[in-house]
Nanobody, 115 residues
Framework: QVQVVESGGGLVQPGGSLRLSCAAS????????ASWHRQAPGKSRELVAG???????NYADSVRGRSTISRNLATTTVTLEMNRLTPEDAAMYYC?????????WGQGTPVTFSS
């Protein structure tokens, strides 16, 4: 029974930054890939960033250069930091972990834009 919980979402300022955290609990100790996706109203879910257990990362073109994803294998925690935020970054952000046989998703944390 694995539970994935995201946190850190909320109201952000134009040009501001955010730090999202994701933690998995339960019987999951061997994930090989973790990722953040987001879904804005009226749009499909898209990959924001991913990280392998080795530390290799990948980013969407829209966030590359202003985002950093990191992971803590000991705590099964993944963090996404973004700066220079724009209205296009407003979305529900979801975290996921992939193991050899399964994929686990959180329920999302919302990021909204103040103006």
């Amino acid at each position: 029974q694995v539970q994935v919980v995201e946190s850190g979402g909320g109201l952000v300022q134009p040009g501001g930054s955010l730090r999202l955290s994701c933690a998995a609990s339960g019987r999951m100790f061997d994930f090989y890939y973790a990722s953040w996706h987001r879904q804005a109203p009226g749009k499909s879910r898209e990959l924001v960033a991913g990280i392998f257990s080795s530390g290799v990362t990948n980013y969407a073109d829209s966030v590359r250069g202003r985002s950093t994803i990191s992971r803590n294998l000991a705590t099964t925690t993944v963090t996404l930091e973004m700066n220079r935020l724009t209205p296009e970054d407003a979305a529900m952000y979801y975290c996921s972990f992939r193991t050899q046989d399964s994929e686990y998703w959180g329920q999302g944390t919302p990021v909204t834009f103040s103006s």
